[in-house]
Structure formats: C-alpha cells, structure tokens
C-alpha cells in the first residue's frame, strides 16, 4: 500500500527524500493525463494509483489530492448508482482541467529536452 | 444497494475509524474535509463489497490497515502555516517523548494489575480486572496522556469495567440461585466482546505511536503480537466451545459447568495471553522512547 513513499521529515536518506519530492510533483500530471484518457472511477483510479512501482503513492495522498483537484475545478465528478456495492463516483477533466494539462504537457516536453541536453 | 452487514466488532472498529478520521480532517477547510471524509467513506464500502455475507473484525481490519491511519489523510494537505498533524515527535523532544514515556509506563502499570488479577482468587478474579479497566480508562481520557492517541480505548475500557462489575455481581448473586448465573450471562458476553475490542485498540494505538517516533521494528513487532493474540484466542474458543460441548453431552444436568468452563477458557485465559503478548513489546517501546531522553 505505501509503495516506498517516505514523508522527507521521515526518512534520513537524499535519495529517499529526492525520490519524494519527484512522486509528489508527478502525481497530479498523472492523474489529469489519465483522466484525459477518459473518465474513471474513483476506486479503481487510486488502486492504480497504489499499484504503480516506482510512482505508487498510498490512499491517504491520493484522496486528498483529488478532493483538490475537484475543489480547484480541475475535475469533475458525477455518480452513478451501482448494483454491486455504493454508488460510484467517477472522475473525469474539465475543461479548466484540461488546459491546465496542457500547459503542464508543455512544461514537460521542455523540461525532457532539457535533461536530454544539460548543455 | 445497502451496504454488506458488519459484525458488531467490525462495525466499532469502522466507526472509531472514521470518527478519528473526521478529528483528524477539522485541519483542512470544511469542502475540502467532506470531500475527503466521503471518498474514504465511499473506500471503505467499495473495498469491503468484494466479499460475501457479513464482514468480520479482521476482514475490516485488513482494509482499513491498507488504507492507512487517519493521519495520513492531512499530512500532504494541511497549510504549511500550521504544524504537521504529528507534531516534534519525529525529532527527539524531549519533553515529548518524557510525557509519552510516562503515559506508556503508566498503562503498562495498569496493564500488570490486569494480568496479576487473573490469578489472584478473589471473588471470582473480576474485582482487579474491573480496576485495571476503569484505570486504563482514566489514564487514556486524561487530557495528561493526550500523547497516547487512544480515546477509543477509554470508552471501550469504561464499558468493558462495567461489564465486568455486572458479571461481578451476577456472579455473587449466584450463590442463591443458578438462575442468576444466567441472568449474568449477557456482562461476560460484553465483557469478552470488549476486552477483544480494548485489545485491537490498544494494538492501534501502540502502532501510531511506533509511527510517530519513527519506530518501525517496534511497530512489526507489535503486529506479530497481535496475530500471535489472536491465534490463541481462536484456539482458546475452540477447546472452550469444545469442552463444554463434552461437559454437557455427557452429564446434561451440568449446563452451568459448561458455562463455566467456557467462562474460564474465554475470559480470564484469552485476557492473560492476550496482555502478555503485548506487555513486553510495551514495555520495550516506553524504554526505547526513554532512552534518548537519558542518553
């Protein structure tokens, strides 16, 4: 569930703390480029999120940044009632959302060719 | 759909969940709180609507384990003016870490009295455990021992020792009629019922504060004592359910027998394991939070 998230206060090792702070950046440009890709559900979208390797991050980071994002108007979110279980709450980009990526598609394309070549 | 049946433990165990959860969510501006608070809440029954008739303490235990403590929710997004939600513990305050060190040796203290209860013959053995309970209680709801984070545990501790005084008095009163043994029935059943839940808390609550001072040995340590605790519990309910079964088919008459020799096998054996299992790692962890303190 934790992946090898350490909160910096926490771990004593750069590496560690570095490799946080990437993940943390990362999240939400991963959440908004999957969310581009067509709506998801809630649940499944932080099983994802909690699954991933090197970027997992634990529930107790994900939900909150979601909430965020809802609230900053970044995405959107509806219900749909379920037979299996409560109601699904399902997430997907609004159009603020989607500008925002876009920029953020811009800031990485930039910071990739930037890294490719220090010089 | 309605949401799958919950065992009464696991229904307690979901509630102080989500009820530390909403204390823990005051941090963050209220839309943002509710939107949180929902989405766990909304988890929590998706996680749980995989398995099939009604869901058990351990079944939600593993769910909530995976979802992490409460805590964990605020960490990222409290504003950078406040204080991160577990505040000087992670570096050696010691000041801190002296209040926490006392608290633990003061419920270790009560702990002890507990445990040396079940073996001394007095009264039907509940009058030290109805201290040792009330005294778990008054030390976690004092707002001195606010560093122990287990408010849980002094309602529960509180509702067990009352149990435990009803059982005491059904039990006394049994002496003039068999009748009342019975009537007694429903304060052991709380009883246990309590004492099972005190012990999962107690094991939660010691598991943050190896997280809070950065103690992750102690924290796996005290899981293994908790599995170990319960294995032996379903052992000791087992050869209880099994030897009163025997007691009874051989001599019907005897059905108090039986309920006695359940009572002995359920109650005070599960309490002694159960509070031996963890008094050392608890005692361990008050000397491992002390020592940079004396050092």
């Given amino acids: 569930m934790q992946g090898i998230f350490m909160s910096p206060a926490r771990s004593s090792d750069p590496f560690d703390n570095w490799t946080v702070q990437v993940r943390k950046g990362l999240l939400e440009f991963w959440v908004l480029r999957r969310l581009a890709r067509g709506e998801c559900y809630g649940y499944d979208l932080v099983k994802e999120l909690t699954q991933m390797g090197s970027l997992s991050m634990s529930e107790g980071t994900v939900y909150p940044l979601l909430s965020r994002l809802r609230v900053q108007g970044w995405v959107e979110t509806h219900l749909v009632e379920s037979n299996e279980g409560p109601a699904r709450k399902y997430y997907r980009l ?20 930037l890294l490719e070549d220090p010089s | 759909m309605p949401p799958l049946p919950r065992s009464a433990e696991a229904e307690r165990l979901e509630a102080d969940y989500l009820k530390r959860l909403k204390q823990v969510l005051t941090r963050l501006p209220n839309e943002l709180s509710v939107d949180i608070f929902e989405n766990v809440n909304n988890h929590i029954s998706a996680a749980l609507a995989g398995y099939s008739g ?46 926490l060190s006392e608290s ?8 002890i009295i507990l445990v040396i209860g079940i073996w001394i013959p007095l009264i039907d053995l509940y009058l030290f455990d109805i201290i040792a309970c009330f005294l778990i209680s008054k030390i976690v709801l004092s707002p001195a021992h606010k560093r122990l984070d287990m408010i849980d545990l ?16 059904f039990s006394v009163l049994e002496a003039l009629s068999p009748l ?49 605790y319960f294995t032996f519990l379903i052992i000791s309910i087992s050869i209880g359910i099994l030897l009163a079964a025997i007691v009874t088919l051989s001599s019907p008459t005897n059905s108090e027998v039986s309920i006695e020799v359940m009572s002995l096998l359920l109650l005070p054996v599960n309490w002694f394991f159960g509070w031996m299992f963890f008094l050392k790692p608890l005692k361990d962890l008050q000397k491992q939070i002390e020592s940079p303190i004396t050092s």
């Fill in chain 2, 104 to 111: 633990l040796h003061l419920l270790y203290t009560a702990s």
């Fill in chain 1, 94 to 113: 609004s159009a603020e959302g989607q500008q925002q990526l876009t920029s953020m598609n811009c800031y990485w394309d930039e910071l990739q060719s």
């Fill in chain 2, 180 to 228: 009342w043994g019975l009537i007694g029935l429903p304060f052991a059943i709380a009883s246990l019922v309590y004492s099972l839940v005190m012990m999962w808390q107690i094991y939660a609550g010691l598991k943050r504060i190896c997280q809070q001072v950065e103690l992750s040995s102690f924290s796996t340590r005290i899981e293994k004592a908790r599995n170990t």
């Fill in chain 2, 154 to 169: 002094g309602s529960s501790a509180k509702i067990c020792a009352w149990s435990l005084v009803g059982l005491f008095v």
């Fill in chain 2, 54 to 99: 009604e869901v058990s303490l351990s079944q939600m235990a593993q769910v909530l384990e995976e979802l992490g403590p409460p805590e964990s929710f605020v960490e990222e997004e409290a504003p950078p003016s406040q204080p991160p939600p577990i505040p000087e513990m992670n570096h050696a305050n010691n000041d801190s870490r002296q209040e």
